[in-house]
């Protein structure tokens, strides 16, 4: 008898770890049918839903050019600190409807962006962005400075196209140094 009772208690458990051992296999199976249905050539799927956007942010949302205005938001600081999300060299991954994105917030604080450093895109995203929004504003690059020439000679380069392209009246000075 205590035989018995103990198979058919050892069934039962067996039986429970199997239907819960279903239940977390469909539950994966469906995250990651539902991660991928989702992510799966979002910036396509974009592209279809908004045919008119041109730029995406990094997380592939579709970036307007239109400055909607926030009330809580002032211009009162002389200017402000910026580099853009995902700007770390050599992980470039930053987008220029990111940019945009924060310069469309920036802009109702401050006419001034300082910016940290010339890798990725850095200083060329802000002023497009800044063109594109049709904004009176100017930046104040800057060189990152360290132990590696290679690292002064590739900013320093991107710096003196950055004022080619887009002229010396829209940098308000240039910063040189390693905080």
């Excluded at 994105?101 to 109702?108: F, G, H, R, T, Y």
């Excluded at 895109?121 to 802000?126: L, P, R, S, V």
Aim: net charge positive; proline share 3%.
């Amino acid at each position: 008898d205590w035989l018995r009772s103990q198979q058919q208690s050892s069934r039962k458990h067996r039986i429970k770890v199997t239907i819960i051992g279903i239940i977390i296999l469909a539950a994966v199976i469906g995250g990651v049918a539902y991660f991928i249905k989702n992510s799966n050539n979002n910036y396509l799927i974009n592209s279809k839903k908004f045919p008119n956007a041109k730029y995406f942010t990094w997380d592939k949302r579709p970036v307007n050019l239109t400055i909607i205005p926030n009330t809580a938001y002032k211009k009162v600081f002389y200017g402000m600190n910026y580099g853009p999300v995902n700007a770390s060299y050599p992980w470039c991954s930053n987008t220029l409807g990111d940019v945009i994105e924060d310069v469309k917030l920036i802009s109702q604080l401050t006419n001034r962006i300082r910016l940290y450093g010339m890798d990725c895109n850095m200083a060329d995203y802000t002023m497009e962005a800044i063109v594109k929004l049709k904004l009176n504003m100017t930046i104040v690059p800057t060189i990152w400075v360290d132990d590696n020439d290679t690292t002064y000679q590739r900013q320093s380069d991107i710096l003196f196209n950055l004022i080619k392209k887009y002229g010396e009246d829209r940098i308000d000075g240039i910063s040189v140094g390693n905080e």
